[in-house]
């Protein structure tokens, strides 16, 4: 069905969500042209495209677009669908390229995309066909930009600018990056891709939800402190032992991490303390950071801990792990999850090494943290098509958030993730600009 | 100094082996399973072919002796929500061919079909075992499995237990 716009605005209150938020693929299609339509989407990092002609693919919501350096060194983004018929012209995930030329009729593209070539143009003559007209080149985003070597892209132009999008939550990306004593970071590693079936959405609201850790990931925790306590004293330090039991903290512990949320949907917990906060430091990474930036500033990046930042729709980052989750939409009740995982420049490779360990032992689709995630969103989305109750709650601490201007805080456990994820939905698939969290809250 | 071999298994032995080992999965007993392994063994499932490297690329599995003990518990669990559906799992080895033996190892190479039948859903996986299986008192144990999916790179759902 279709939906009128203020039957759209009813579906969030608030306090109450309607179920067809998650359920409906109008809503989902919507979504798709207005949300990621509308905000700007994580595409990929500089460091996958180092030398002119590198490109990746992959799925904008869900069209095909790819990244590529062209020989000036700088970034496009584009539509990956040849002028002519529209075949997508590379299908690779990544690779290396002097220009695009389509696997059909052969038309070639320099590397931003203008057409370059057309093989036997004689046909053409007289018809009104124009090479020169831009409408055949693959076609660009709207927008493109990036941060600190993080690329986004918009397909709406009146957008605003990527750093005024990020707002105070770029601080954490910022945090990420100043962990390398070069201030830059690279992917490293490979990735992940875990297939969840349920909607994008379920995936979202847990990131910062501390309400649930405890009770889904009991299981691996208890497993984890059973087995520990089975070893002798002097058992060499592991990093297991380090990761997986702080899944279990007490909700005290998780209130007193707070939770942070600004304009456009974005929001990340912790910030002075989080559940990696007492993760050891390798002596040599430590030296590396103090030669790079002197005692104090080395005490303020390593002692600024967040948990999951949340860059509203498509990208979540953990800045003292060094992985980011990419969400990649399919389907009303189908999203792809890409784990990524960077190395900090100039820091020792066992920092890398205890990310990766991190997204295997969390994120990959063999652990014993994700998959109990999934689960729980996978009966959310079977639950949800009960028509016993049209609505789900989140009142946890509602009007209690403290507005400090251009964000709201309140506790770890409260649902002010929700209110400012569902602030800004409400405002993108209202056609709105997306209001400031504090006007959404009143209304 | 180097161990003299008097005896190195026959392919009887090692189909054995693969087999037992295939039945513990099949019941999902990793109570059963853990005591085929080596205290130092590891259990490998790479997300890339060809993959070198478990500890600097990611994988889908990377286990030692302390996340198999881990992972025993877990499935155990009366609380892992992942874990509420039954597991079942149908196991086929077959082209086992001894591809190295030096000292105490051996290595075997096999070809692989499993069905797991789990929350409703049978999924169909499949690709390469390379076993390095050694001697020891106790008989002949695995030292290292690499399980290599034919879409080890394709986006998977939960892999829910060992292959």
Redesign the interface.
């Known amino acids: 069905m279709s939906y009128s716009t203020e039957q759209i605005a009813d579906m969030v209150k608030p306090t109450f969500l309607h179920r067809k938020i998650y359920t409906d693929p109008a809503i989902f299609e919507l979504e798709m042209e207005r949300i990621w339509g509308g905000s700007w989407i994580f595409i990929g990092h500089e460091s996958q495209v180092p030398n002119a002609g590198d490109y990746i693919t992959l799925n904008y919501g869900h069209l095909p677009v790819v990244m590529v350096r062209d020989k000036q060194l700088n970034i496009h983004v584009l539509h990956n669908r040849c002028g002519h018929k529209g075949a997508k012209i590379v299908d690779k995930r990544d690779g290396h390229v002097n220009a695009f030329r389509c696997c059909y009729h052969g038309w070639t593209y320099a590397l931003d995309g203008t057409l370059a070539g057309v093989p036997n143009m004689k046909g053409y003559e007289g018809t009104g066909f124009d090479r020169s007209d831009p409408r055949y080149n693959m076609q660009k985003l709207a927008r493109y930009d990036s941060y600190r070597g993080f690329v986004f892209a918009s397909m709406n132009p009146r957008a605003p600018d990527l750093k005024e999008w990020m707002g105070g939550a770029a601080t954490v990306m910022d945090n990420l990056c100043d962990r390398s004593p070069e201030g830059e970071v690279e992917v490293?590693?490979?990735?992940?891709?875990?297939?969840h079936?349920c909607n994008w959405k379920l995936f979202l609201e847990n990131l910062n939800d501390t309400m649930h850790p405890m009770?889904?990931h009991?299981?691996?925790v208890?497993?984890?402190n059973?087995?520990i306590a089975t070893l002798p004293e002097d058992s060499a330090r592991?990093d297991?032992a380090e990761i997986?039991p702080p899944f279990g903290a007490s909700y005290e512990v998780f209130e007193s991490t707070g939770i942070t949320g600004f304009r456009y949907g974005h929001h990340y917990d912790g910030g002075e303390t989080s559940i990696h906060a007492d993760y050891s430091v390798d002596p040599d990474y430590e030296r590396a950071m103090l030669a790079a930036y002197g005692a104090d500033r080395t005490r303020e990046i390593l002692t600024y801990n967040t948990h999951n930042t949340l860059y509203y729709p498509s990208l979540t980052i953990k800045s003292a792990i060094q992985n980011i989750r990419v969400v990649r939409p399919i389907a009303v009740d189908k999203t792809?999850i890409e784990?990524w995982?960077f190395r900090l420049k100039g820091a020792p490779?066992s920092l890398?090494?205890r990310t990766?360990l991190y997204?295997?032992?969390i994120n990959?689709?063999?652990s014993?943290v994700?998959?109990?995630d999934?689960?729980?969103y996978?009966?959310v989305q079977q639950g949800l098509a009960s028509t016993g109750n049209d609505w789900i709650e989140m009142h946890r601490n509602f009007g209690q958030d403290e507005d400090q201007g251009d964000r709201l805080v309140n506790g770890g456990t409260s649902d002010l993730d929700m209110r400012t994820q569902y602030a800004a939905w409400k405002a993108y698939m209202t056609n709105d600009t997306p209001l400031a969290n504090q006007e959404a809250q009143a209304s | 100094m180097t161990n003299v071999i008097t005896s190195n298994p026959t392919i009887r032995d090692i189909e054995e082996l693969l087999y037992d080992e295939a039945a513990f999965l099949d019941k999902a007993d990793l109570d059963g399973w853990i005591e085929l392994y080596t205290d130092d063994g590891t259990y490998w499932?790479p997300?890339?072919p060809d993959q070198e490297d478990p500890?600097?690329?990611?994988?889908?599995?990377?286990d030692d002796r302390?996340?198999m003990?881990?992972?025993?518990?877990?499935l155990k669990?009366?609380?892992?929500?992942?874990?509420?559906y039954p597991i079942r799992c149908s196991h086929i080895i077959s082209n086992i061919r001894v591809t190295e033996q030096v000292d105490e190892i051996t290595t075997v190479e096999s070809n692989f079909h499993c069905l797991v039948y789990y929350?409703d859903r049978q999924t169909t996986y499949g690709g390469t075992y390379r076993h390095e299986l050694v001697r020891s008192d106790s008989g002949l144990k695995i030292r290292h499995k690499r399980v290599d999916l034919i879409n080890c790179?394709?986006?998977?759902?939960?892999?829910?237990i060992y292959l």
């Open positions: 490293a590693g490979g990735v992940l891709r875990y297939e079936e009770i889904v009991k299981s691996v208890d497993a984890a059973d087995y592991r297991e997986i792809i784990t995982s490779d890398l090494q990766l997204s295997r032992l990959a689709n063999g014993m994700g998959p109990d999934l689960t729980a996978f009966r | 499932m997300v890339l500890v600097n690329h990611i994988s889908l599995f990377y302390v996340l003990e881990i992972r025993r518990r877990n669990h009366p609380r892992a929500a992942s874990k509420d929350n790179d394709a986006a998977l759902n939960t892999i829910i």
